[in-house]
């Protein structure tokens, strides 16, 4: 029976780094979540059983753990950068290293007025992450940066309409100038570095402008559709940040149905509403540049997109 191994890959998932500068009484936090992964030629770890390649997914799991001591994390994007080319050259059999970083963000506690020198409460809005794919050695050396965010939920209460659709024999959605729009939105951008001047990208600066411009503008269009705001948001970003070649949209339609009060004999002008957990639809959409770069391995294993 003739039969081969197909494409495999293996690492730590998810481990919950926490690091507390505490050089003054005012620390610092930073809380992660860190996957890493190695790609290669690891055919006989699976084929014979012989592991003599195989760096361990524990040791890969110190390494994340002992750079946020010996390194620091600086940007996620750097940190994971820094894991990506380490695991390179500690795993000689690797041909690839994917290191996926999420960062839960804290606020200081708010006790009279001031923020708390060592308590803090968790940020909502949003999940930043980042997905870097090292590959090569030496000069054949590439790198990929795809960054995001995961969990920005948003809501408008008018402003938006949804008509003109398509129908058949089973259409019953009824025609709308003026509902809720909502959604959970999921953004993921891939950096092209060659579009900057110097080559570098300030990574904390680009992601919080590219957050504000996805909330601005999830505000301000006018929507006709899910669709048409995931174009307009991801239009913005590719014109006000040369350094994203492309932006790719998962974004749940929440539904809110109005609910039909006429039984008590209540007028309900668009103000009750039942929040629907499923089904939703589910949009999904990229936007990119007609000159963008080749995507090369940037968007290796990460699922959830079209
Ligand atoms: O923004 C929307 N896009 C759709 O494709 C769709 N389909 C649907 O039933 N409602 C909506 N809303």
């Known amino acids: 029976?003739?039969?081969?191994?197909?494409?495999?890959?293996?690492?730590?998932?998810?481990?919950r780094v926490v690091r507390i500068y505490r050089d003054?009484?005012?620390?610092?936090?930073?809380?992660?979540?860190?996957?890493?992964?190695?790609?290669?030629?690891?055919?006989?770890?699976?084929?014979?059983?012989d592991q003599s390649d195989v760096l361990p997914t524990d040791t890969q799991k110190n390494t994340a753990f002992a750079f946020a001591k010996e390194k620091g994390i600086g940007a996620i994007e750097d940190y994971a950068l820094t894991l990506g080319a380490?695991?390179?050259?500690?795993?000689?059999?690797?041909?690839?290293?994917?290191?996926?970083?999420?960062?839960?963000?804290?606020d200081r506690i708010q006790?009279?007025?001031?923020?708390?020198d060592h308590s803090f409460v968790r940020t909502g809005g949003g999940?930043?992450?980042?997905?870097?794919?090292?590959?090569?050695?030496?000069?054949?050396?590439?790198?990929?940066?795809?960054?995001?965010?995961?969990?920005?939920?948003?809501?408008?209460?008018?402003?938006?309409?949804?008509?003109?659709?398509?129908k058949d024999e089973y259409?019953?959605?009824?025609?709308?100038?003026?509902?809720?729009?909502?959604?959970s939105l999921v953004a993921r951008w891939r950096y092209d570095t060659r579009r900057t001047g110097d080559g570098?990208?300030?990574?904390?600066?680009?992601?919080?402008?590219?957050?504000?411009?996805l909330l601005s503008r999830f505000a301000t269009i006018h929507s006709l559709a899910l669709q048409q705001t995931l174009y307009g948001m991801g239009s913005a970003v590719l014109e006000q940040h040369p350094e994203v070649a492309e932006i790719k949209f998962s974004a749940p339609n929440k539904h809110h149905f109005l609910v039909d009060l006429s039984p008590f004999g209540t007028e309900n002008p668009g103000e009750v509403f039942i929040a629907a957990d499923r089904p939703y639809g589910l949009i999904?959409?990229?936007?990119?540049?007609?000159?963008?770069?080749?995507?090369?391995?940037?968007?290796?294993?990460?699922p959830g997109f079209c």
Do not use: C
């Open 127 to 166: 999940v930043r992450n980042t997905v870097v794919n090292v590959e090569g050695r030496g000069a054949e050396r590439k790198t990929y940066v795809v960054s995001g965010i995961s969990d920005l939920v948003v809501l408008k209460s008018t402003g938006s309409e949804f008509h003109g659709f398509l």
């Open 86 to 106: 380490h695991f390179l050259d500690a795993s000689p059999a690797a041909q690839g290293a994917r290191i996926e970083v999420e960062e839960y963000a804290w």
């Open 284 to 302: 999904e959409a990229t936007v990119t540049r007609d000159d963008a770069s080749d995507a090369g391995s940037a968007w290796h294993a990460v």
């Open 1 to 15: 029976m003739a039969i081969h191994l197909g494409a495999n890959q293996y690492g730590k998932a998810e481990n």
């Open 171 to 183: 259409t019953t959605l009824p025609e709308t100038n003026d509902r809720i729009l909502a959604t």
């Open 200 to 213: 570098s990208v300030d990574w904390d600066k680009s992601y919080d402008e590219i957050k504000g411009l």
């Open 24 to 49: 003054t009484p005012r620390h610092q936090i930073r809380d992660l979540n860190v996957s890493t992964a190695l790609r290669g030629d690891f055919e006989d770890a699976h084929t014979t059983g």
């Open 111 to 116: 006790v009279d007025g001031q923020g708390h």
